[in-house]
């Protein structure tokens, strides 16, 4: 049983990798397509290690807007931290195991880790998937810039549309309850109505305004009406 809960990580660890290499890639080209400096996407994988914060920062960078993009990258990595309270003992107690392993925190590590319910299993987990997940990331830029690097018309390969198509692939795992997907719907249709009006960046931040639908008060059930006495 054990033997085979371990081919199954394994697996599925190939899987993820695998994936990750192919947005890590799209990550780069677009980098390079964006005209930013070569050295911006191997660094940004390198010290932030942030997948969708990363997207969402270099479309920031090119439009010109390096304020917005450090504030839009604090904001949606700030999920961080209850993610660090729920699974920090898989990282381990010692301090340089836990500053490296806050280093290779993502939503997929925590995912991975969470459905662990034996704590060595979860430390095994956090790590093969953590470490997985950043050297294939890593991987991926490289061979993006490369791509990007190569190709002398990087609009031909429709890398415009990969941004928002990867940003999108990363976020739909967490729209599988209806308030998620108000919040997010909401957030959307400001940041449409916005951008017109706006500098580059500020609609993504007024998309923020989404989270007021949780403040909605929830409606109470109907009370069945009181039975006729005789």
């Known amino acids: 049983m054990r ?3 371990r081919t199954t990580l394994l697996r599925d ?3 993820i990798g695998a994936a990750m290499i192919a947005v890590g890639a799209s990550f780069g080209a677009i980098t390079i397509a964006y005209g930013l400096p070569t050295w911006l996407p191997f660094a940004m994988s390198t010290v932030v290690f942030a997948g969708g914060s990363q997207f969402l920062a270099v479309g920031l960078f ?3 807007n390096p304020l917005a993009a450090v504030l839009a990258g604090l904001l949606l990595n700030a999920r ?3 993610f660090g309270m729920a699974i ?3 990282m381990g107690t010692r301090r340089r195991d836990r500053l490296i392993g806050s280093h290779v925190m993502t939503d997929e590590v925590v995912a991975f880790t969470l459905a662990e319910k034996d704590p060595a299993r979860r430390r095994h987990t956090y790590w093969l998937i953590g470490i997985t997940l950043f050297t294939s990331w890593n991987i991926g830029t490289a061979l993006g810039v490369l791509l990007g690097g190569a190709v002398s018309d ?3 390969l429709g890398l415009d549309a990969a941004f928002p198509a990867a940003l999108i692939a990363l976020i ?8 998620t997907r108000l919040v997010a719907l909401t957030g959307a249709v400001i940041a449409v109505a916005l951008t017109p009006v706006l500098p580059a960046g500020l609609p993504i931040l007024c998309a923020l305004l989404g ?3 949780l403040l909605r008060r929830p409606t109470r059930p109907a009370e069945p009406a009181e039975e006729l006495r005789c």
């Open 211 to 213: 989270l007021l639908t």
């Open 154 to 156: 990087t609009d031909a």
């Open 13 to 15: 660890a190939a899987a």
């Open 62 to 64: 090119a439009a010109g």
């Open 3 to 5: 033997t085979l809960q």
């Open 172 to 179: 739909l795992p967490s729209l599988k309850d209806r308030p």
């Open 80 to 82: 961080h931290l209850p």
């Open 88 to 90: 920090g003992t898989a």
